[in-house]
């Protein structure tokens, strides 16, 4: 879907006003007594000394997170990957997307890609092994060969995505470098309640060049997802090029994510400056059913 740019700046002027009215009156998830199965506790006790102990030999320091994180993820991650769940990898040019498939393969899954970068191979793989119905949702500010390749399967976004509305600086690919452009974006929230008009995403890949970090907060609990009554249950997260606030961000999601005990963290990818990792929603009984066995 191409934007007319001057609609679209009437559509974020609406939604910037949107964005500073507080969701209060909305029931959060989040406050839910749905437990975690035991097997998340097992991967949660294994993983959460090892980085506190980090932690506390260098408090003050965000460095160590972004270095130490792989290796305490990788000591830990096969409590959960042995039996309880399956984990499948579809690569495209460059890199890996991590995804279960669903147990009761009829279910419909529900896919967004947030950043395209002209490369849908990892998309159309995940496509073809799916038994069941599919959505396909992909955003990326940048119109050309990104919405010709994604709407071959889905359906494409002509627009950056944040954590909120306006416009943004945004680092994007043009041709074979990238390049800081003044562009439109929308906030997850308003993309996913009021255009795609969904509330249950089976997996997310978040490959925005930058834009990941605001969205951080998004994830914890009593989040704008929580506030929004929106389920994710399973990430594709890269984060890039940190500087030492970015760091920080990163630091504090990490160690609220683990206190929040929703998120497991599996699958790091450390490569030059950018680490990926995957996450995997325990803390849904919808998602657990869907792709846990327990």
Request: with cysteine; aromatic share 10%.
């Amino acid at each position: 879907m191409r934007v007319n740019l001057i609609f679209l700046e009437l559509i974020i002027s609406e939604l910037q006003k949107q964005d500073k009215v507080p969701n209060e009156n909305l029931p959060s998830r989040s406050k839910s007594n749905f437990n975690p199965p035991q097997i998340f506790h097992e991967w949660h006790n294994c993983i959460m000394p090892n980085l506190t102990n980090y932690r506390e030999e260098n408090p003050t320091n965000n460095d160590w997170i972004w270095k130490n994180l792989p290796k305490v993820m990788q000591q830990c991650q096969g409590i959960l990957m042995n039996d309880t769940i399956k984990v499948d990898d579809f690569r495209n040019n460059d890199e890996t997307k991590r995804h279960i498939l669903p147990l009761n393969e009829d279910e419909l899954t529900t896919i967004i890609t947030l950043g395209v970068g002209r490369d849908t191979v990892a998309e159309e793989n995940l496509l073809k092994a799916l038994k069941g119905p599919s959505k396909f949702y992909g955003a990326d500010p940048i119109y050309e060969i990104n919405a010709e390749k994604y709407n071959k399967f889905g359906t494409f976004f002509n627009f950056g995505i944040g954590a909120e509305s306006g416009m943004f600086n945004l680092s994007v690919l043009i041709g074979r470098d990238y390049a800081i452009r003044l562009l439109p974006t929308i906030s997850l929230v308003h993309f996913v309640k009021d255009i795609l008009k969904i509330n249950f995403i089976d997996d997310i890949w978040i490959d925005n060049e930058g834009a990941e970090y605001n969205l951080f907060p998004y994830f914890l609990k009593d989040g704008e997802l929580d506030r929004n009554n929106i389920t994710v249950c399973q990430c594709n997260l890269e984060a890039h090029s940190p500087n030492n606030e970015m760091k920080r961000k990163f630091h504090e999601f990490i160690f609220q994510t683990l206190n929040d005990k929703r998120y497991a963290l599996l699958l790091p990818v450390s490569i030059a400056s950018h680490l990926r990792i995957y996450l995997v929603n325990f803390g849904n009984e919808k998602c657990l059913k869907k792709y846990a066995k327990l």
